[in-house]
């Protein structure tokens, strides 16, 4: 099974809500990262969050980390039809393996 | 900088073809990696490379090669297609060996097996 399960896999909001998707993983990370994939196009990094960091923002995104718990947040505010996207987090494991793995990714839909 | 390039963009290919996808980047990343991306099953990742004359396996790498003979080329070889292999292809790079840093994609290759 992939080290990344995000939750929830859909998400419909109005324009103006806030969003949030989770991602829990299962071993020792190095960091987290969030990313984003518009319907038919390639993945792009949003966020980067290492295992030492609890909180990251940028812009109208907020990252926490909680490693006790394996898991993580995406808060997107005040969202626009824009941010209509799949979002995917994907874990850099311990260990300089070499390997970044994906989850299975949230699709968001929001409403103009 | 054109960034990560791919080609091609759309490939149909019968049972027990093969081809190469190709992969480049003109960042001048040491790390190139390639992942399969599957209807709910988010991205996989096939082969990886952290340099020049360096790959590894990912989670899927059944029934794919792979070679690194410069920094900029990633290429992935089908020695003998599947339909079970019928996927959007994804190729990235990052800077830095261990793959650990932002991750830049190309744009994607969608191959159907018939």
């Known amino acids: 099974s992939q080290q990344g399960e995000e939750d929830p896999q859909a998400l419909s909001i109005q324009e103006g809500e806030n969003a949030t998707m989770n991602c829990s993983y299962k071993t020792s990370i190095n960091n987290l990262q969030w990313y984003r994939q518009n319907s038919g196009r390639g993945l792009v990094h949003l966020i980067l969050i290492r295992s030492n960091e609890r909180e990251k923002h940028s812009g109208r995104l907020r990252v926490t980390l909680d490693t006790s718990k394996k898991s993580s947040s995406l808060l997107i505010t005040a969202s626009r039809a824009a941010d209509t996207a799949s979002y995917f987090c994907?874990?850099?494991?311990?260990?300089?393996?070499?390997?970044?793995?994906f989850g299975q990714g949230t699709t968001l839909q929001v409403k103009p | 900088n054109a960034g990560v390039t791919q080609t091609p963009k759309f490939q149909v290919l019968k049972t027990g073809q093969s081809m190469t996808l190709q992969c480049a980047q003109d960042?001048?990343?040491?790390?190139m990696s390639w992942y399969r991306q599957d209807p709910g099953m988010g991205l996989r990742l096939i082969h990886y490379?952290?340099?020049?004359?360096?790959?590894d396996q990912g989670e899927v790498p059944n029934g794919y090669n792979v070679s690194r003979s410069t920094t900029e080329d990633f290429p992935l070889r089908l020695l003998s297609a599947a339909p079970s292999q019928t996927s959007v292809y994804f190729c990235a790079s990052s800077y830095g060996v261990s793959g650990k840093d932002t991750q830049y994609f190309g744009p994607g290759t969608r191959l159907t097996v018939l």
């Open positions: 960042m001048n990343h040491e790390y």
């Open positions: 994907a874990t850099f494991l311990s260990g300089n393996t070499g390997k970044l793995i």
């Open positions: 490379s952290v340099g020049a004359g360096i790959t």
